[in-house]
């Protein structure tokens, strides 16, 4: 078994996600307002409406966003000050892959996550090859990374963040510009075979449905969270009656 695969091949402890009394201010606008939990599950989901917060919410767990006030930690660490360590442990996921890919071909864009780690050039090579077959894109390896289908680019911003092995990915409306089937390829990835914990912010309920624990952002607020099954009938609930 390569290195790369030996390393991802159990699940890792979940970490612990502490907002307290957290703000998020753009100017005038209030995108998050006195947000407080604590969170220490796997699968985490996130759901609401447009404009609720939640990917506001995402993006301040790798420094993405700054909080306003509050404090903030993950795994202990304060994605202001140690920002740098936060975007090893924390991967993030835009729901439009051509945001992330960098560099000309599919290997030399995962590889491009390992520079500056202290790898030789040879052991970078074992990861980024382990990586590409485990994810299904070793026949693309040398092809030009803009070429690829809708799908394969999704795993190839996938593969090009998790080859770094972080604790935690982030993923914010992954499937939003996939066909069925690559939404329900990419969610089974994120789902079923991560070993790390996830935070998915979707619109799909179905695969909300799947996670441990799902929080619901209304109007910049933690208005529900709990199971998922629970949370998403009052969701929907809500948006049949509002």
């Given at each position: ?13 979940p970490s612990e996600i502490f907002l307290d ?83 000309p071909t599919v290997a030399e864009d995962v ?21 590409l077959e485990r994810y299904g894109l070793a ?104």
């Amino acid at each position: 078994m390569a290195p790369a695969q030996a390393a991802q091949s159990q699940p890792q402890s979940p970490s612990e996600i502490f907002l307290d009394a957290v703000s998020v201010a753009f100017g005038d606008r209030h995108a998050l307002s006195r947000v407080s939990v604590t969170l220490n599950h796997r699968r985490i989901g996130v759901i609401g409406s447009n404009g609720s917060g939640k990917s506001t919410f995402a993006r301040l767990l790798n420094g993405l966003v700054t909080p306003t006030s509050g404090t903030l930690r993950v795994s202990g660490l304060n994605p202001v000050t140690e920002a740098k360590e936060i975007r090893r442990r924390v991967g993030f996921i835009f729901s439009n892959p051509d945001a992330q890919i960098v560099m000309p071909t599919v290997a030399e864009d995962v590889a491009f996550t390992l520079r500056g780690r202290g790898y030789t050039r040879a052991e970078i090579a074992v990861r980024v090859t382990a990586t590409l077959e485990r994810y299904g894109l070793a026949a693309h390896a040398d092809a030009p990374a803009h070429n690829l289908s809708g799908g394969q680019k999704q795993l190839l911003a996938l593969s090009a963040i998790l080859v770094g092995e972080p604790q935690i990915l982030v993923a914010d409306e992954p499937t939003a510009l996939l066909d069925a089937a690559n939404t329900r390829r990419i969610g089974n990835y994120l789902l079923d075979e991560l070993p790390q914990q996830l935070v998915l912010v979707t619109h799909d309920l179905a695969l909300a449905a799947r996670c441990d624990h799902v929080l619901r952002f209304s109007e910049g607020r933690l208005v529900d969270q709990g199971h998922p099954a629970a949370v998403i009938d009052r969701y929907a609930n809500a948006v049949e009656h509002g």
